[in-house]
């Protein structure tokens, strides 16, 4: 069994729809829960993360982790045609100190938003 | 912008070939991630390395090798190449997390490679 499932899509909605991105993880030691964003030609870059379960929002997007079923979820309301991107979820232990920081990630899930 | 630079951003080779990939980090960051991307694997943590010494190995393959210098750039060597290892790779850098904050991890823009 794979660390990270995530389903790859691609997933395609229309313009100010709601989306809902899912992971699932194996490892009960995880305790951080990540959301990168990765535009085409472009390197993943930090959306969203929590530390425990529960939800946080920020703006359009919103969080949410369910540690009991290791479920981790991206929720992106109103969704625009530049959210268009590739949404990788990430799961990481407590940071081990020494500056080792390691990131298990799922594949990502190819997004896009249809004008 | 994130901050982290890679060369070259394109890369073309034929098998049996060795190339090799440069990272420069934030200005800061004593910390240096090698990531592969391919389409059916993923992102795949290859190996990390902090103020110059390795501190993580992942699936990193025996004929890659990397290493960080004292000026914290970090340099990713692949040897004997092969079709399979064609693929974007990425430099990420990060600086180690406070208490309960994370340590985020900020990629450059990847060098693509392309084995012929």
């Known amino acids: 069994q794979k660390e990270v499932e995530q389903d790859p899509g691609p997933l395609s909605v229309p313009e100010g729809a709601i989306v809902s991105l899912n992971c699932t993880y194996s490892?009960?030691?995880?305790?951080?829960f990540m959301w990168y964003r990765q535009y085409s030609r472009k390197g993943p870059e930090l959306l969203m993360y929590?530390?425990?379960?529960g939800n946080k929002e920020d703006g359009r997007f919103t969080a949410q982790v369910d540690k009991s079923s290791k479920y981790i979820s991206l929720f992106i309301r109103d969704s625009q045609p530049s959210d268009s991107a590739t949404y990788l979820c990430?799961?990481?232990?407590?940071?081990?100190?020494?500056?080792?920081?390691?990131?298990?990630f799922g594949k990502g899930t190819k997004l896009s938003v249809i004008p | 912008d994130s901050g982290v630079t890679q060369t070259p951003k394109h890369l073309i080779t034929a098998t049996g070939q060795r190339v090799t990939l440069r990272c420069s980090p934030r200005s800061g960051d004593l910390s240096v991630y090698w990531y592969q991307q391919s389409l059916d694997q993923g992102l795949q943590f290859l190996i990390q390395y902090y103020n110059g010494e390795e501190r993580a190995k992942g699936n990193i393959l025996e004929r890659f090798s990397a290493q960080q210098f004292p000026d914290l750039h970090s340099e990713l060597n692949l040897s004997s190449l092969e079709l399979g290892d064609s693929a974007l790779y990425f430099c990420?850098?990060?600086?180690?997390?406070?208490?309960?904050?994370?340590?985020?991890?900020?990629f450059g823009e990847g060098s693509r490679l392309t084995v012929l």
């Open positions: 990430a799961v990481g232990p407590a940071y081990s100190g020494a500056g080792s920081y390691q990131l298990t």
């Open positions: 490892n009960s030691a995880f305790q951080y």
């Open positions: 929590t530390y425990s379960s």
């Open positions: 990420a850098s990060s600086v180690a997390p406070s208490g309960r904050s994370i340590g985020e991890l900020f």
